[in-house]
């Protein structure tokens, strides 16, 4: 489909929209404190990149933005993309910003809005964006409870499947290989139900990579620390005093790490 109506934002002429794809719905971004997703490129006049992102959050009536940037928000519709002028006066003015935007240089942008993430100035708390989320004492206590009577009941069922499964295997003649892989996730499923790797760990359904889950990252944390610090002792670098050791204010003190 080709280009579609110019549209002037600025009514001067100054600012000037082209819609490119989508906009048929209403602007979504017209109120100040509304929250915009966007994929944008802009340029100067010459050609010259400015800045460039991709899915990247800009909040509506930011005053240490160019007015000009602001206005082509406002103008959009979910879904739509669309190419805007935009004039040193709604830019970067007379005098520009040399060497990227030479003086009196006009901008141009290519912007989709990708999605409306709601208005920080209207929105009564971040409750409203998320209403199923437990944010008061009793309903954080109620998940609580909700999620270890969940997981009592799964651990139960899991002992009843490893008791078949122990049982099956027995009937069939035992194989080494897979008692050990048997124990060895048997340790591992223990270790990971841990509360201080996380009661609430994958609350929202999404999963770690294998190199982020915590029954793996927070061991390797403490061994790195351990061998550090051996390291340190072996190399003299921290030294282990005893109870006679001279500390400041006493004679045969110095800061020497020797």
Do not use: H
Request: one cysteine or more; glycine letters at 10%; aromatic letters at 10%.
């Amino acid at each position: 489909r080709g280009l579609r109506a110019t549209t002037d934002l600025s009514g001067d002429g100054l600012v000037v929209k082209t819609s490119t794809a989508g906009g048929d719905g209403a602007p979504a971004f017209d109120e100040d404190g509304a929250v915009a997703l966007l994929t944008y490129t802009a340029r100067a006049a010459s050609g010259q990149l400015l800045d460039e992102g991709v899915q990247q959050q800009y909040t509506v009536g930011d005053p240490q933005i160019i007015p000009g940037w602001d206005m082509c928000v406002r103008s959009l519709a979910v879904g739509e993309a669309a190419t805007f002028t935009c004039a040193a006066k709604y830019a970067y003015g007379a005098a520009g910003v040399p060497p990227a935007v030479e003086p009196g240089e006009a901008l141009a942008f290519e912007v989709e809005a990708v999605e409306y993430r709601g208005n920080v100035r209207t929105s009564s708390s971040f409750a409203t964006d998320a209403p199923l989320t437990p944010r008061t004492a009793g309903a954080i206590k109620a998940e609580y409870e909700k999620r270890r009577a969940a997981r009592a009941e799964a651990e139960v069922l899991g002992d009843l499947a490893k008791a078949d499964r122990d049982a099956a295997r027995r009937d069939a003649g035992l194989n080494p290989l897979d008692l050990a892989k048997n124990a060895v996730s048997d340790v591992t499923e223990q270790f990971s139900k841990l509360y201080f790797f996380g009661f609430f760990e994958s609350a929202t359904g999404e999963e770690n990579p294998w190199f982020l889950k915590p029954w793996l990252t927070f061991p390797a944390i403490f061994v790195g620390v351990a061998l550090s610090f051996y390291a340190l002792l072996q190399t003299d670098a921290i030294l282990l005093r005893g109870e006679s050791s001279p500390i400041p204010g006493q004679s045969g003190f110095s800061l020497s790490n020797n």
